[in-house]
């Protein structure tokens, strides 16, 4: 149990003695949570949920409908916490991403196209308006689909 690990091994003091680095991402997650189950410590509930979703990575991508399937995540506090923080990465990230001056490759478009798109549960058609220096202008959805599939309708206008 948690009173079983010593103070110098515990998330938060770890982190405030080590800095965030020296921390497993089950650890961060589990600051955020605080607590677990009656059954389940909070760092087992943190690996749980990082099992379910195969990963940070695609945690990050997870709303808050989805969270609730994971078991201690079921109750709306907590499912909501975990939604913020996911949210404030990928805020995070994109305004990173967005913040750079050129997109330098297509890998970089990829990424930024992954945190913007990648939650969705529909297709979506977008465009990236680009200077001529790859600097983004703006991104902008133009279409929403299905599951599946986006119809994109070509409208053809005088100007």
């Known amino acids: 149990m948690f009173k079983d690990i010593p103070v110098s091994g515990r998330a938060r003091e770890k982190l405030l003695a080590q800095g965030p680095a020296a921390l497993a991402d089950a650890e961060l997650i589990a600051l955020v949570l605080r ?3 009656r059954d389940t410590g909070v ?3 943190t690996q749980n949920l990082l099992d379910a979703f195969g990963g940070l990575p695609s945690l990050l991508h997870a709303g808050p409908e989805e969270l609730k399937h994971v078991k201690g995540l079921g109750g709306p506090a907590k499912r909501a916490e975990v939604a ?7 805020r995070s990230v994109a305004d ?3 913040a750079r001056p050129v997109f330098d490759s297509p890998d970089e478009v990829k990424q930024y ?37 986006t119809s994109v309708y070509v409208r053809r206008t005088r100007a």
């Open 43 to 45: 760092l087992q509930l």
């Open 96 to 98: 990173d991403l967005a």
């Open 35 to 37: 607590a677990g189950l």
């Open 84 to 90: 913020a923080v996911l949210e404030l990465a990928r």
């Open 113 to 149: 196209l992954a945190l913007q798109l990648g939650a969705r549960a529909h297709e979506v058609f977008a465009v990236l308006f680009l200077d001529a220096q790859s600097r983004l202008i703006a991104f902008e959805e133009m279409f929403r689909g299905t599951l599946t599939q």
